[in-house]
């Protein structure tokens, strides 16, 4: 039998497992998609029950179990934060430390018990790994290249926030990092806060939200905020902020530097918002180009991997590719605090000498990031006949052309196949999809099918052979996490009178020929779709361009504001029904909204049924 190796994170956010045979990622899924918790924290069970099915074994099958970073020493830098925050972190410090004393500095027990609970079977050996290998791990050892820089920025594990590392075959060696409470992501979470976002989830929307204003607080960050030295290494000046005391991320002296108070969360968004985003974008880029020059220089790599929290500012990731920096770069699908699960696995996984079996093929190791569970013809027809759902069974070979038909109509289309992605980006597994072309899909999506943001961008997903037909993009990026220019040849010429517009008014303004997936900076969040990727979607891309010439659709996660992304037929049935959806298709059957029974809300919408 292979040596199987079960990854997991657990007990901050994200949490996720993933397992890996000889090397070689199996399974691997977040607790969320399960429990229907966005952001669920706790014990991954159901996702581990899930991982164990997958590969057909039980935990006494599996040689040992990898967490995602060292508790004891996470809870020696908390310790001494709050000691250093003496008198303003006392509230904080009493309401954290008995659950730091109860069980989390010993959260390897706490797994191991969670685990034997499961009743899967006897658990082996459990052993803690550090936050940052743990992400050095996930960016390099999937990786399709033999040695390459490491980096990875977020904003804490243990003490680390940034680290350097030289993966070389079957290696990781450290090189340098930047530890806590200097941390780049947290510059940019403080600044998420301050916008009435939430922290740790609320970053995308702050970078979402950039394009819209102008950086006109970039120097006034520089000179206050952040010394930034030519190498990349930075450090805060924390007079500024609040998170060494626990409580929030920024506080008086954060609003008289930025003339007012913290907008509220819901609160009409100003032009103030638009332009504190736009300057900690162009900061966080600033860091990151330069932090890239200097792995580029110290390890003579031309290429480089990606992990952590910061590695999924797509914006970010595009300038080091535009700017050429290094020949190739590869990022982690599950960049954040999930792939931290794979990533502990998979260093275990070589420790105990397992090798890279991928390198070779020019392919990385994460089959698509379609790592997650699916779910048969058979099953799927079960439950909608129980919910009296009213479907047709397509022929296999006509349900790309079918559902391109409906695109091409207008059609919001609701996209479940095969299996489910690992990682925060809808790949085309579960998937919301339409017509790019028209310049009314990006509002009526947000406001009538997501229940979100109107200034909110949606992704393109392209054929890889089309790509540089519409899109300045120098590399493939198959898991949506680098953002570029939309080509010269797409762009329209736009009136003079729209020189004059601006905040939320610029999405008004038509920029391109696909203009629901062009931001108001003529830039794109672009997802380069293989025939050996996802064969599935890239039958309905070609199928799509055959009857319009456009080989783009709209491509955004199938889930309604602030909900996890689905998993089961169930939940992609009762999203399609509890929103403006047009049409849903699971597997080979198709579903129109105006065919099905009435639709009904219990107390927990889950169990939601049609009325007879």
């Not at 260093?347 to 890279?356: F, H, K, N, S, T």
């Not at 037909?469 to 797409?490: I, T, W």
Request: proline share 5%.
């Amino acid at each position: 039998m292979a040596d199987l190796i079960l990854g997991i994170s657990a007990y901050y956010h994200d949490s996720a497992a993933a397992l890996v045979a000889d090397g070689v990622p199996v399974a691997a899924a977040q607790e969320e998609r399960f429990s229907r918790t966005r952001h669920d924290p706790g014990l991954p069970g159901q996702a581990v029950r899930y991982c164990l099915e997958e590969a057909g074994v039980r935990l006494d099958d599996v040689a040992a179990v990898a967490y995602y970073e060292d508790p004891a020493l996470k809870f020696r830098r908390v310790l001494a934060t709050y000691l250093g925050a003496v008198p303003r972190g006392a509230a904080s410090f009493r309401t954290s430390l008995p659950e730091w004393l109860a069980w989390k500095r010993s959260t390897v027990r706490t797994v191991r018990d969670g685990l034997a609970e499961l009743g899967a079977g006897r658990v082996p050996e459990v052993v803690a790994r550090r936050h940052h290998e743990s992400h050095a791990a996930s960016a390099f050892f999937p990786s399709p290249y033999e040695s390459a820089a490491v980096l990875c920025v977020d904003g804490v594990g243990e003490w680390a926030t940034t680290t350097l590392w030289h993966g070389r075959g079957t290696s990781l060696e450290p090189l340098a990092e930047i530890r806590f409470p200097h941390s780049l992501g947290l510059l940019y979470s403080a600044f998420t806060y301050f916008c009435g976002f939430k922290v740790d989830s609320g970053e995308y929307k702050l970078m979402g939200l950039a394009p819209y204003g102008t950086p006109r607080y970039a120097g006034l960050i520089r000179e206050k905020l952040i010394d930034l030295k030519e190498d990349g290494s930075f450090r805060l000046d924390m007079r500024y902020f609040e998170y060494l005391a626990g409580q929030v991320m920024t506080g008086r002296a954060f609003e008289e530097l930025f003339g007012g108070k913290r907008r509220q969360p819901e609160a009409a968004l100003t032009e103030r918002e638009f332009d504190l985003a736009a300057s900690v974008q162009a900061v966080t880029e600033e860091v990151v180009l330069r932090l890239a020059r200097t792995a580029r220089r110290v390890t003579g790599e031309s290429r480089l991997c990606l992990a952590g929290g910061v590695a999924l500012n797509c914006v970010a990731n595009g300038k080091v590719i535009q700017e050429r920096v290094f020949d190739e770069v590869w990022i982690q699908p599950a960049a954040g605090d999930a792939g931290g699960a794979l990533g502990a696995a998979l260093a275990v996984a070589l420790e105990r000498g397992a090798g890279r079996p991928h390198l070779g093929s020019g392919r990385d190791a994460m089959s698509g990031s379609l790592l997650g569970p699916s779910y048969g013809a058979r099953e799927t027809r079960e439950f909608l006949d129980g919910v009296g759902a009213v479907y047709t069974e397509l022929d296999p070979r006509d349900t790309p052309g079918a559902v391109a038909d409906r695109l091409a109509q207008g059609a919001i289309t609701g996209w479940f196949q095969g299996r489910m992605e690992f990682g925060p980006r809808a790949l085309g597994a579960r998937s919301i999809l339409g017509d790019p072309r028209d310049a009314d899909m990006q509002s009526a999506m947000n406001l009538k099918i997501k229940f979100r943001e109107s200034f909110r961008p949606f992704a393109p997903s392209v054929l890889r052979e089309d790509v540089k037909e519409y899109f300045d993009l120098p590399q493939e990026s198959p898991y949506m996490l680098v953002v570029a220019g939309v080509a010269p040849s797409q762009r329209l010429a736009v009136e003079e009178s729209a020189d004059d517009v601006t905040g939320l008014d610029l999405l008004k303004v038509r920029r391109s020929t696909i203009p629901a997936v062009t931001h108001v900076d003529h830039s794109a969040r672009v997802q380069t779709v293989g025939e050996q990727d996802n064969p599935a979607y890239h039958r309905l891309l070609s199928a799509f361009k055959e009857r319009t010439g456009c080989p783009v659709l709209v491509n955004t996660s199938f889930n309604l504001r602030g909900e996890p992304i689905v998993n089961t037929p169930r939940d992609a049935y009762t999203c399609f029904m509890r929103s403006n959806i047009d049409v849903l298709v699971l597997g080979d059957l198709l579903l129109e909204k105006k065919d099905q029974p009435a639709w009904r809300e219990t107390e927990d919408w889950r169990e939601a049924i049609p009325l007879d």
